[in-house]
C-alpha cells in the first residue's frame, strides 16, 4: 500500500489535476473546492464524482455502446462492410493514411466529439524537442538567435500534431474503450443514464493512462496525500 501512495505521490500535480478535468468532461459534472476538500484517496474520488452524478442506473456497457456507435458512423463514412467491422479490426484498414485526416474529422463530427488518435512520426517529435533544446542552449550566445529557433520549432510542432497522421491505438476496440473513458456521456446510447458499476474502472482507466501509472497501484487506498 505504500508504494500506491508513493506513485501517487510523485504523480506531477498539475497532470493530476488535468486528470480531474477529463473526469469532469467525460461524466458531465463539475467539482468545486469543497467537493475536494475531504478526498484524500482515490475511493474518497470515486465516492465524489457517484455523488455528483444525479443520472438513471442502466446495467449497459458503454464500451460495446461506443463501438456500435464508431461502427455506425464507419459504415456511414467508408465502403466497409458491417460484417467487416470487429473489434479486431485495425484502424489502418478503417483509416488509410492518404485519407485519414479527412475522415478522422467526419467520425468526429458524426460523434460530436474529438478521438485524439492522430499524432506525429517520432523522429518529427523528436527532432522538435532537440531543436528546443538546441535554441535554449544558444540564449548563452545570442539571444536573437535562440529566439528565432523556438519559433521556428513551436511551429513546426504545432503543425506536426495538427496534421500528424501516426495513429495511438490500434484497433476499433481499443479506440472504443478510449473514447468510452474520455467521453462517457457522449457514448451512451441514452444519455440520460449510466452504469453505476462502470464509474470508478472508467476513472481507474483515465489515471493509468494519462499518468501511466500501473492500474495494480490504483487502488481505493491510493493516495493524493
Not at 524537442?129 to 545570442?142: D, E, P, Y
Not at 529557433?149 to 490500434?170: M, N, P, Q, T, W
Request: hydrophobic share 40%; with cysteine.
Amino acid at each position: 500500500m505504500s508504494e500506491e501512495r508513493y506513485y501517487l505521490n510523485n504523480s506531477d500535480p498539475d497532470d493530476v489535476h488535468d486528470v480531474f478535468i477529463k473526469v469532469e468532461q467525460s461524466f458531465g459534472i463539475r467539482f468545486t473546492t469543497e467537493d475536494m476538500n475531504d478526498v484524500n484517496t482515490l475511493g474518497d474520488f470515486y465516492n465524489v464524482v457517484h455523488k455528483k452524478i444525479a443520472l438513471e442506473h442502466q446495467d449497459s456497457c458503454t464500451t460495446q455502446q461506443a463501438f456500435y456507435k464508431l461502427r455506425n458512423c464507419i459504415i456511414n463514412s467508408t465502403d466497409i462492410k458491417r460484417q467487416n467491422i470487429t473489434p479486431q479490426t485495425n484502424l489502418k484498414d478503417v483509416f488509410p493514411e492518404n485519407e485519414r485526416l479527412w475522415l478522422v474529422s467526419i467520425i468526429e463530427k458524426e460523434l460530436n466529439l474529438k478521438l485524439k488518435i492522430l499524432e506525429p512520426k517520432q523522429s518529427v517529435s523528436l527532432a522538435v524537442f532537440i531543436g528546443v533544446i538546441a535554441s535554449l542552449i544558444t540564449f548563452f550566445f545570442s539571444w536573437q538567435y535562440a529566439l528565432s529557433g523556438l519559433v521556428i520549432f513551436s511551429a513546426v510542432g504545432f503543425f506536426a500534431r495538427k496534421f500528424g497522421k501516426e495513429l495511438k491505438v490500434k484497433t476499433l476496440g481499443q479506440l472504443a474503450e478510449k473514447i468510452s473513458r474520455e467521453h462517457y456521456l457522449k457514448c451512451r446510447r441514452n444519455i440520460s443514464t449510466l452504469n453505476h458499476k462502470e464509474i470508478d474502472k472508467k476513472i481507474q482507466e483515465l489515471f493509468q493512462h494519462e499518468l501511466d501509472l500501473d492500474v495494480a497501484i490504483l487502488t481505493p487506498q491510493a493516495s493524493f496525500n
